[in-house]
């Protein structure tokens, strides 16, 4: 049975997936009209997995001799712009010939040639051996540094004007980068790579979205059919609140559900399923849980940090603050209480909002001692705090 995939690229055979060109379809059109273009989203969106799949259907058309392949080999070369060429080139030929078939593949050796025209050199060798146009696909361009990052670009511009019986038919260059930050990495000078540079074009440009509530229920409905287990609608409308459509964290949240709470078929998941796997993530998840005990004064505060980027590369942290209340049988509704000890944690840490989260174990709820607390239906209600910061109240019973 197929698997919600958290590791790397998404294969059809194993894992769950929404179909891959589709969520690009610009690229295929662009590729076949002999484009030079960049494609570009931050980390987990699902580029590589579109890419190889656009590959595949351009060799399998029976018209393109299209290879994906990463640059990473080329990143410890740093400035080092002939090891980078060699590392690139070294990949590009065993990924050729496992994706390619024999007479599609690169020349047996790539010719001799200056350490600043190596790539060109080969690529015009094998362009000129294949009798189909070539369309190469560049992904994580951005581990390329420096000179090396400079003297593919600058190869590939020289190149592009001899194509397509002398150099490949198009060029996809993928990363993390929009293409305007290309001119500032490549130099700091715009002027530099020079306005006629293939990849310069905003047309020439795309970026993959994240997916869309309506794509989010498809890639959930796979596990239905598959498995027989639905997603309640206000499940999938929950993880789309939560996700944004994040393609990993959508598939992350669907994966700690079905594999960590187990819940398993037919049970439906439910919107507080996906609530609780999305607290219990952001705990296991890249971010930080810092844990203080009010000891002897009935509360647990929680300062859960999560290091996130700014697009210009500037390193943040997200911080949120928990304060934890248990509500024991016989005591009074400790929200009152719980709101005033977030709001002094929350002015100690400099946060203008918080959380507070309520575990209800008061003894006539029967069941309550004998399974785990869930979410209560409409739970995170909004709340003040006497001094009127901004609360979220979270009632577990
Ligand atoms: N077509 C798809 N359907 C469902 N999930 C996907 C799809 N493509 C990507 N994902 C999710 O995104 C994650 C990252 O995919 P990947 O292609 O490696 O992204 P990127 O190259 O942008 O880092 C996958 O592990 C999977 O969780
Ligand atoms: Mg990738």
């Known amino acids: 049975m197929r698997y919600f995939n958290t590791a790397g690229p998404c294969r059809p055979d194993l894992h769950y997936m929404v179909p891959a060109m589709e969520r690009l379809p610009e690229a295929r059109t662009l590729a076949e009209q002999g484009m030079y273009f960049v494609v570009h989203a931050p980390r987990q969106t699902g580029k590589t997995t579109t890419l190889m799949a656009l590959a595949e259907a351009l060799t399998a058309s029976g018209k393109y001799a299209a290879l994906h392949f990463s640059c990473e080999s080329g990143?410890?070369?740093?400035?080092?712009?002939?090891?980078?060429?060699?590392?690139?080139?070294?990949?590009?030929?065993?990924?050729?010939?496992?994706?390619?078939?024999?007479?599609?593949?690169?020349?047996?050796?790539?010719?001799?040639?200056?350490?600043?025209?190596?790539?060109?050199?080969?690529?015009?060798?094998?362009a000129r051996k294949c009798p189909r146009p070539l369309v190469l696909i560049f992904d994580e361009i951005d581990a390329l540094r420096g000179e090396s990052f400079r003297s593919v670009l600058r190869q590939l511009r020289t190149g592009y004007a001899r194509r397509p019986k002398d150099f490949p038919h198009s060029v996809i260059l993928c990363g993390l980068r929009d293409v305007r930050d290309y001119k500032a990495a490549s130099g700091g000078d715009p002027s530099r790579l020079g306005t006629s540079s293939p990849f310069n074009i905003k047309v020439d440009s795309l970026r993959l979205g994240d997916f869309s509530l309506e794509t989010l229920?498809?890639?959930?409905?796979?596990?239905?059919?598959?498995?027989?287990?639905?997603?309640?609608?206000?499940?999938?409308?929950?993880?789309?609140?939560?996700?944004?459509?994040?393609?990993?964290?959508?598939?992350?949240?669907?994966?700690?559900?079905?594999?960590?709470?187990?819940?398993?078929?037919?049970?439906?998941?439910?919107?507080?399923?996906?609530?609780?796997?999305?607290?219990?993530?952001?705990?296991?998840?890249?971010?930080?849980?810092?844990?203080?005990?009010g000891v002897g004064r009935g509360r647990i505060d929680l300062l859960v940090r999560w290091p996130y980027k700014l697009p210009s590369g500037e390193r943040k942290w997200q911080r949120?603050?928990?304060?934890?209340?248990?509500?024991?049988?016989?005591?009074?509704?400790?929200?009152?209480?719980?709101?005033?000890?977030?709001?002094?944690?929350?002015?100690?840490?400099?946060?203008?909002?918080?959380?507070?989260?309520?575990?209800?174990?008061?003894?006539?709820?029967?069941?309550?001692a004998r399974r785990p607390l869930r979410p209560r239906p409409a739970c995170l209600k909004p709340a003040r705090t006497p001094k009127g910061l901004g609360a979220k109240v979270l009632l577990l019973a």
């Open 75 to 126: 990143e410890p070369a740093g400035d080092d712009y002939a090891a980078a060429q060699e590392a690139v080139l070294a990949t590009l030929r065993i990924e050729a010939e496992s994706q390619l078939p024999g007479p599609l593949r690169p020349p047996r050796a790539w010719p001799k040639a200056p350490k600043l025209a190596m790539l060109q050199t080969a690529l015009v060798a094998w």
């Open 217 to 293: 229920a498809e890639l959930y409905r796979r596990h239905e059919l598959e498995a027989g287990q639905p997603f309640t609608k206000e499940a999938v409308e929950r993880a789309f609140e939560l996700t944004q459509g994040q393609p990993w964290l959508v598939n992350a949240l669907a994966r700690e559900i079905l594999e960590k709470m187990r819940i398993e078929a037919p049970a439906a998941i439910t919107a507080e399923h996906v609530e609780e796997a999305y607290i219990q993530g952001i705990v296991n998840g890249a971010g930080y849980v810092d844990r203080e005990y």
């Open 320 to 368: 949120e603050a928990v304060e934890l209340k248990v509500w024991r049988q016989g005591k009074p509704d400790p929200r009152k209480d719980g709101l005033a000890q977030l709001e002094m944690y929350l002015e100690r840490m400099g946060l203008d909002r918080g959380h507070l989260v309520i575990f209800d174990r008061r003894r006539h709820r029967a069941t309550a």
